[in-house]
Every structure is written in structure tokens, then in C-alpha cells.
């Protein structure tokens, strides 16, 4: 089954028709500087249906003007986004902040709320001052 065009979502990669449908970024740590070396690959497909792998192999610094509208390195769908977030993870990256912003405060301020609510309903004096 040979394509006539590209499906939505996919994008013309070289005059033989072969398209891009996917983008995978696989990542590891080196381990004698500890930097982190990033393999972007795009899943391609052919006319003839053909499969295979193509490898982003140069990426190209360009000046730009101060206020001048940047266009994106490269896009990447929710599902790609949480590929990499789950690669990094395997390689030992975790966030700054586990919860966001506040979250572990008004969590605290919770439980305290409920351990009062609790010593107040049980008559525990010895929980309400721990709240």
C-alpha cells in the first residue's frame, strides 16, 4: 500500500516521500563528566510503507535580534513530552520541586485543619494542641 501524500501530523522529510510521524529523544548519562547526551530520532515511513529510523544529526545556532519572534526548536506531542519526562526519570533526573508551588503548605495546613476537627469531635485534648 504506497501513499499518494502525507497524513496529518506528518511531515515530508526528503524528495523520496518519506515522512516524519514521530519524534523519540532516548537519553543517558555519561558517566566520567556526568553530562547528560540526548539521540533525537524520527520514526519515518515510506511510499512503500516501508519503516525505519532517522537521526537528528546537527543542530544549528542562529543570531537573532533582540524582540525578534522565535520559532520553536522542534515540537513535541503531550505523549512525546511524557516519553522524555519518563526517560529522564530512568536516567536519574528528578524536578526541583516534587509538588507545585504551596502544595506541601496547604497540605500541612490541612492536616493540621483535621487533626482540630478530629480532638474536637473525640474530646482528645492531648491532639488539640498538636494541631
Not at 27 to 51: A, M, N, Q, Y
Not at 61 to 82: A, S, W, Y
Amino acid at each position: 500500500m504506497s501513499k499518494e501524500k502525507p497524513l496529518p501530523g506528518e511531515i515530508p522529510l526528503d524528495a523520496l516521500g518519506r515522512c516524519l510521524v514521530d519524534l523519540e529523544i532516548r537519553c543517558h548519562v555519561v558517566p566520567w563528566d556526568g553530562k547528560v547526551e540526548f539521540c533525537v530520532l524520527g520514526r519515518t515511513i515510506g511510499p512503500d510503507d516501508s519503516r525505519r529510523y532517522a537521526q537528528v544529526t546537527n543542530l544549528v545556532l542562529k543570531t537573532v535580534e533582540e524582540g525578534e519572534p522565535l520559532e520553536p526548536t522542534f515540537k513535541l506531542g503531550r505523549d512525546n513530552v511524557q516519553a522524555l519526562m519518563d526517560e529522564l526519570w530512568r536516567i536519574g533526573v528528578r524536578p526541583t520541586e516534587a509538588t507545585g508551588p504551596g502544595e506541601l503548605e496547604a497540605t500541612k495546613a490541612h492536616l493540621r485543619d483535621m487533626r482540630l476537627l478530629v480532638a474536637n469531635a473525640l474530646d482528645i485534648p492531648e491532639l488539640r494542641g498538636k494541631a
